[in-house]
């Protein structure tokens, strides 16, 4: 299609026209991405799957197109492609994608043939923390060591976790930090007591519940 200004004239002006444009309609059809995510948070080593849908801007669904995840771990703000798949018939596809913490998703079409590129909202993925504890004794003399040791994942940014005690049907006391290496674990000698333990993993940076693991009694005689 083309186009041009043109000015008739006046008793002032002379006529004159513009150069012509030319403008030319791409045919390839409009599309949006609609994804749904989990509402919950995900436990660390559980998967997330994640339903991405490709459609027109007329509300149909456009089979046979390939849509890209992409994620990027919070708060890092560098993205990484990490599955590809082509939309079904419905225009659907499934991504299903293992966390390692609290992930920011995008899902991209990046266009075709016969349609353009789109790029979905931005659904955030929230992780809870695993914590995997043990005692190295249930029972042992006074004065003898019983070691506490265990696991936090995903790593989390702190460092620390707590460890917490409690007597009999008592309430739960913070007793002292519980500091982890560069791969999670953990571990630390009881105090001289009759105790029931917990460990807890750092809050998760973007909520404010607290993870916790119970193992039992450690009974000193």
């Given amino acids: 299609m083309e186009y041009r200004l043109r000015h008739g004239g006046t008793s002032t002006t002379r006529p004159d026209a513009s150069p012509i444009v030319t ?10 991405i609609a994804v749904t995510a989990p ?10 799957t994640l339903v991405a849908t490709l459609r027109r801007t007329d509300g149909t669904t456009v089979g046979g ?9 919070a708060p890092l703000t560098t993205w990484t492609k990490v599955a590809a798949q082509s939309t079904n018939a419905k225009g659907r596809v ?14 991209r079409h990046a266009g075709s043939a016969t349609t353009l590129g789109s790029v979905s909202a931005r659904p955030v993925v929230m992780v809870s ?26 790593l989390p940014p702190v460092g620390v976790g707590t460890l917490w005690m409690k007597t009999g049907t008592g309430d ?18 009881l ?3 009759h105790r029931e333990f917990t460990s807890t993993g750092c809050r998760s940076p973007a909520t404010t519940s607290t993870h916790r693991a119970p193992v039992g009694y450690a009974a000193w005689k």
């Fill in 23 to 32: 403008v030319t309609l791409d045919p390839r059809s409009r599309t949006t």
């Fill in 39 to 48: 509402a919950d948070p995900v436990t660390a080593g559980d998967t997330a």
């Fill in 65 to 73: 197109q390939t849509l890209t995840l992409h994620a990027r771990q």
């Fill in 94 to 107: 499934a991504f299903v994608h293992r966390p390692e913490g609290n992930v920011v998703y995008e899902v």
């Fill in 129 to 154: 923390f695993a914590v995997a504890i043990e005692l190295s004794a249930a029972t042992a003399a006074h004065a003898s060591d019983v070691t506490l040791s265990g696991s936090i994942a995903p």
């Fill in 172 to 189: 739960w006391q913070e007793v002292q930090n519980l500091p982890y290496d560069s791969s999670g674990t953990f571990s630390v000698s």
């Fill in 191 to 193: 105090p001289d007591a």
